[in-house]
T-cell receptor, first 114, second 111 residues
């Protein structure tokens, strides 16, 4: 089965600090995504990437940056963490086959900003 | 911006009963959907996808799609306590580049 791992699994950060969340996939997938999940908001897309060294904005990119240094790795960066960024963050990958287009999610990172 | 709306927000059904969940898209160009299931504390996993009008059945799960009304529904028959989870509907967004999710329906199956 497709494998997506995330680190750290949980993190406590201070307001104004820098946070980096990492994601690694061994699926050989081209597409990778970062979502946040808050109660009552389902999953909201922050950034995505379909090729190494390139990232695209999703629906809620403000306050976040992304980096895709290789096909396997995708990072989410909070340069100045804020209280409103407390959430669970999921990374996902999918292949290019539009007919399949299943996303495989990592286990999530619980971020608490104090 | 396209909205994906799910109803009801929460649902309680007795064990062995039928659960029916609904999802619509505000984008008239949308003509296929995905359904994901997320157990508490876990990550979402795709349950079913539907790309053509009509019905698709996999075991106890049936998905309907009505492209004219941009509406999909998920029906779970003979519901089990293990079906208790958050069910998320997704529709294609940004010309199909990614999926946009609804806020989910929280299903609780009680013995």
């Amino acid at each position: 089965e497709a494998a997506v791992t995330q680190s750290p699994r949980s993190k406590v950060a201070v307001t104004g600090g820098k946070v980096t969340l990492s994601c690694h996939q061994t699926n050989n997938h081209d597409y990778m995504y970062w979502y946040r999940q808050d109660t009552g908001h389902g999953l909201r897309l922050i950034h995505y990437s379909y090729v190494a060294d390139s990232t695209e904005k999703g629906d809620i990119p403000d306050g976040y940056k992304a980096s895709r240094p290789s096909q396997e790795n995708f990072s989410l960066i909070l340069e100045l963490a804020s209280l409103s960024q407390t959430a669970v963050y999921f990374c996902a990958s999918s292949d290019r086959d539009w007919g399949v287009y299943e996303q495989y999610f990592g286990p999530g990172t619980r971020l608490t900003v104090l | 911006q396209q909205k994906v709306q799910q109803s009801p927000e929460s649902l309680i059904v007795p064990e062995g009963g039928m659960a029916s969940l609904n999802c619509t898209s505000s984008d008239r160009n949308v003509d296929y959907f995905w359904w994901y299931r997320q157990h508490s504390g876990k990550s979402p996993k795709m349950l079913m996808s539907i790309f053509s009008n009509g019905e698709k059945e996999e075991g106890r799960f049936t998905v309907h799609l009505n492209k004219a009304s941009l509406h999909t529904s998920l029906h779970i028959r003979d519901s089990q306590p293990s079906d208790s989870a958050l069910y998320l509907c997704a529709a294609p967004a940004n010309s199909g580049t990614y999926q946009r999710f609804g806020t989910g329906t929280k299903l609780q199956v009680v013995p």
